[in-house]
């Protein structure tokens, strides 16, 4: 079993009109051992059900493996997105900025959320 140090949920909707959830993990780096004529490196898991599940990610250190996990995530909501998905910021009307660095809401026009 995995143990997640980040965790984020954000609500979908297919170009068809479906609405799901998409359950965002991301587990702490870690360093793993040389093995033969290979080098120490780091790795992280993430998983994004539905979308993919638990995989390893690995960079030559535990903030690079980090920053690739990171980056993995956002190229599935922007690939998502291009094929007509919608990604809101939990249970809003607030679409997810793909360029935040941290996904953050955008201003949902015509909304009366504030």
């Known amino acids: 079993m995995q143990d997640f140090m980040a965790?984020?949920?954000?609500?979908?909707?297919?170009?068809?009109?479906?609405?799901?959830?998409v359950f965002i993990n991301i587990g702490p780096p870690s360093k793993v051992p040389a093995e033969g004529e290979l080098s120490e490196y780091a790795?992280?898991?993430?998983s994004m059900e539905p979308f993919l599940p638990l995989r390893m990610f690995g960079g030559e250190n535990e903030f690079q493996a980090l920053c690739m996990a990171l980056d993995y995530i956002r190229f599935i909501l922007?690939?998502?997105f291009a094929d007509g998905g919608r990604i809101?910021?939990?249970?809003?009307?607030?679409?997810v900025?793909?360029?935040s660095s941290w996904f953050a809401p955008m201003y949902a026009i015509g909304?009366?959320?504030s």
């Open 7 to 21: 965790s984020e949920i954000f609500r979908c909707i297919r170009r068809t009109g479906e609405t799901f959830d």
């Open 43 to 46: 790795q992280c898991a993430i």
């Open 78 to 80: 922007k690939s998502f």
């Open 88 to 95: 809101y910021w939990r249970d809003t009307d607030s679409p």
């Open 97 to 99: 900025n793909l360029n």
């Open 111 to 113: 909304s009366t959320e």
